[in-house]
């Protein structure tokens, strides 16, 4: 089940006649100032709603001050697309979560991460959001809280931008860096999921090389991605090594076998020029080992590609523990001795239930 998308629907035979469809957010100048003249107003308005909407962060097209009173009036009720805060919570080390309602009345949860600079009280060097693609997630993977609630739909491209514009509203802070690893697999709402990397790097103004999508790998998914030739960076979660341990960890690698993967992830670095990020969540006992460590070492040997280690983040649901320091530095240091690119990711927001994994669109 697929929520309507913000599109702008285009004849293909005169592209001039193009309909947009609210809500408004994540709509380019151009699909604004065709808009706006449908509804009667010059083209330039296109520029300022586009303005109100991306840098003031207008939630109601009555409260755009540069437009008329009475057209203001009888728009007032055309959706620009934002949801409302739901709650807020702080972790310690400065994360904030978020909980969203949207218009439906469904819970998302995203989560905004800065970084600070290295003086320690200094002004916010980096401010990364972590954004959800998903109502819920249909993976199911064992090890993290998100699939344990089921999964309800995709969300769309103004859902996925106002994640961003949110965060950034709260921090008083242009945002950055955006990971989609929050909610959801990316690759199965990829139309969406496109449209809104579009809009956070062209009409936002966030670089393409500081977003992020994860997936856990969907079956020719991953070579239809890279065949936009983005400059994005794609994190894959693989957290085993081999293919009996992947199933046990993540149902979906059943029907989609670990050398498939990896062989889409080779096609993917051959068509886009950049090197894919594996994510490797480590589970104390299960996929920790230093054997662990050498059967991937051999799996990515001669792959353009780097390792991210993600000590695990505890859930209520499964007894999984976290591997401690010695171990997660045995792990690395094997990795290390066969020229495998590796750093080890603490994830940020633990005490908030807002870490890697933990993501479940409520309180705790």
Request: glycine content about 6%; charged content about 20%.
């Amino acid at each position: 089940m697929s929520a309507t998308p913000l599109v702008s629907q285009v004849n293909s035979h005169n592209p001039e006649k193009s309909e947009l469809i609210p809500p408004l957010l994540g709509a380019t100048v151009a699909e604004l100032s065709t808009w706006v003249q449908q509804q009667g107003q010059p083209a330039y308005r296109g520029k300022q709603l586009h303005e109100w909407i991306y840098d003031k962060g207008a939630r109601s097209l009555a409260d755009i001050s540069v437009f008329s009173k009475q057209w203001r009036k009888e728009v007032a009720e055309i959706p620009i697309g934002r949801s409302i805060l739901h709650y807020r919570s702080v972790a310690p080390d400065g994360t904030v979560k978020y909980l969203l309602r949207l218009a439906d009345d469904q819970i998302i949860e995203t989560v905004g991460i800065p970084t600070f600079a290295e003086a320690g009280d200094g002004p916010k060097s980096r401010l990364t959001v972590c954004v959800s693609t998903q109502v819920g997630c249909p993976m199911a993977c064992d090890f993290c809280a998100t699939g344990k609630g089921g999964f309800k739909r995709n969300l769309a491209r103004h859902e996925i931008v106002d994640q961003v514009l949110t965060v950034q509203e709260d921090f008083q802070q242009r945002v950055s860096n955006v990971v989609f690893m929050g909610l959801g697999e990316p690759l199965l709402n990829t139309e969406n999921v496109l449209a809104a990397l579009k809009c956070l790097n062209q009409d936002v103004g966030i670089g393409q090389r500081s977003l992020t999508v994860s997936t856990v790998g969907i079956r020719d998914r991953i070579r239809q991605f890279a065949q936009n030739n983005l400059q994005i960076t794609l994190a894959v979660s693989l957290h085993a090594p081999n293919q009996a341990l992947r199933e046990k960890l993540i149902p979906s690698a059943r029907a989609y076998p670990l050398e498939d993967l990896l062989a889409e992830c080779r096609e993917y670095v051959e068509i886009t020029g950049r090197r894919v990020t594996f994510e490797y969540v480590l589970l104390a006992g299960v996929n920790d080992l230093p054997e662990h460590a050498l059967q991937l070492a051999k799996r990515l040997r001669g792959f353009q590609s780097h390792v991210n280690l993600i000590p695990y983040n505890p859930i209520q649901e499964v007894d999984y523990k976290r591997p401690n320091r010695d171990r997660i530095q045995a792990f690395v240091n094997v990795l290390k001795q066969q020229n495998i690119a590796v750093t080890v990711r603490y994830s940020r927001g633990l005490e908030a239930d807002a870490a890697c994994g933990q993501l479940r669109a409520s309180k705790n």
